[in-house]
């Protein structure tokens, strides 16, 4: 645990002196061209309309209804109600990266992305507001680490009036992480906005979790009127970066993020544990019906447990490719997409996976059922439609409205 927390002091050093240096250099270089334009924050700035938005780099995808809704650079929200055949672009107030969409219902969604953005839909995703963004995370933050600095101050106290070794050396070492934590979180509110949603996930139209990059984890109890920092109940000391979160079985939480982690609650959120991982590399992506459970990520690495993540099984996949998100289309038929235009298709009454490499080979980024039946995989290059067996459908793909 030492060893991983100074690794990550050291990481996040190299990254804030990246971060100074980049700045430095592009500071010189408008000063030298005399340059006259006014930055302005993606996070205020609504996405471009464009014709060309279902081609730009799209992350997520989900089907709510009748409904198709992808999101993506720049802002980009789109959304079909004909299987994928065409899309409109929504209107979005940022034109900061969205990373991940759901819907609670099938008008009442999130999508959460770069720079600590929260947005919501109350109309299938067709228009979308504001709920939250990286300025009110870094301040929920600091707060949340003045907290635990001052509750690890008291747990050193009672250790040393206790004389437990053991307690002081926890206590110790509790006090050091939350030091870290509290400068790390005040560097970031120096900063501005920086970190990113990974995913989004709801029980319903009012509880729900928000996850991203460096540990960081958001609940709201209130559809989103209110969201709270819940980083430090996770149990994430090291603060590895979580990628993905589900529901296993009927009142159970799972997470799953770098070099393995995998948390699980089993009282909707308020309490976590870690559960042994059969895997140090990155996890990206996670299924889940009742406790039969799927996690999967770098390099191929699939895994599969039927009891709610206590024990697993390797599933191999005949790639190498690194897995982004999949769906399951029945009990039976469950569908992976990834890196290097990579499908992987599982059937339950088949040992062996089909591997499928799309002829474009571009990263692909998830993947939903359409009312249709086909399959409608966004990612690098936007979307595109396969039918069942994976095999790519030659038709055009048209946007039905945009500007450029």
């Not at 928000?210 to 709270?228: E, L, P, S, V």
């Not at 430090?232 to 982690?261: A, C, F």
């Not at 599982?346 to 571009?362: E, G």
């Amino acid at each position: 645990m030492r060893f991983q927390s100074v690794r990550n002091r050291i990481v996040t050093a190299i990254l804030r002196l990246t971060k100074i240096k980049t700045s430095l250099l592009v500071g010189s270089l408008m000063f030298a061209l005399g340059a006259q334009a006014t930055w302005q924050d993606p996070l205020n700035t609504p996405s471009l309309e464009t014709h060309r938005a279902h081609e730009s780099l799209l992350l997520d995808i989900t089907r709510t209804g009748g409904r198709l809704v992808a999101v993506g650079a720049h802002g980009h929200v789109v959304f079909s109600d004909d299987s994928g055949k065409s899309w409109q672009q929504a209107k979005t107030p940022s034109s900061t990266t969205l990373t991940s969409v759901f819907f609670s219902t099938a008008t009442t969604g999130w999508a959460v992305g770069h720079d600590g953005l929260i947005l919501h839909s109350n109309d299938a995703g067709e228009t979308w507001v504001k709920q939250f963004d990286g300025y009110q995370a870094n301040d929920a933050m600091v707060k949340g680490a003045k907290v635990n600095k001052q509750q690890a101050e008291k747990e050193l106290e009672a250790a040393q009036a206790s004389g437990d070794l053991e307690a002081l050396d926890q206590a110790e070492f509790h006090l050091e992480n939350s030091t870290y934590a509290l400068g790390d979180a005040e560097y970031d509110q120096r900063s501005g906005s920086t970190k990113p949603f990974l995913d989004v996930w709801f029980y319903d139209a009012k509880l729900g979790f928000a996850i991203g990059a460096y540990g960081m984890a958001f609940h709201t109890t209130d559809g989103g009127k209110n969201w709270i920092d819940w980083s430090s109940k996770l149990g994430n000391g090291d603060r590895l970066h979580i990628n993905g979160i589900t529901m296993v079985g009927s009142r159970s939480l799972m997470l799953v993020g770098e070099q393995g982690l995998i948390l699980r609650s089993d009282d909707m959120g308020d309490n976590w544990r870690a559960l042994p991982s059969p895997y140090d590399g990155s996890l990206f992506g996670l299924m889940a019906k009742n406790d039969d459970v799927l996690v999967f990520g770098l390099r191929g690495n699939l895994y599969h447990s039927t009891d709610g993540g206590i024990q697993w099984q390797k599933v191999f996949t005949n790639s190498e490719q690194t897995l982004m998100a999949g769906i399951s289309k029945n009990d039976r038929a469950i569908t992976l997409v990834g890196n290097g235009g990579s499908i992987i298709l599982l059937d339950r009454n088949s040992a062996t996976p089909k591997s499928i490499i799309l002829p474009d080979r571009t990263n692909l980024g998830s993947v939903a059922q359409a009312p249709d039946g086909s399959l409608v995989i966004v990612g690098e290059a936007g979307v595109e439609r396969v039918d069942v067996n994976g095999t790519a459908i030659q038709e055009s793909i048209t946007m039905a409205k945009g500007g450029l």
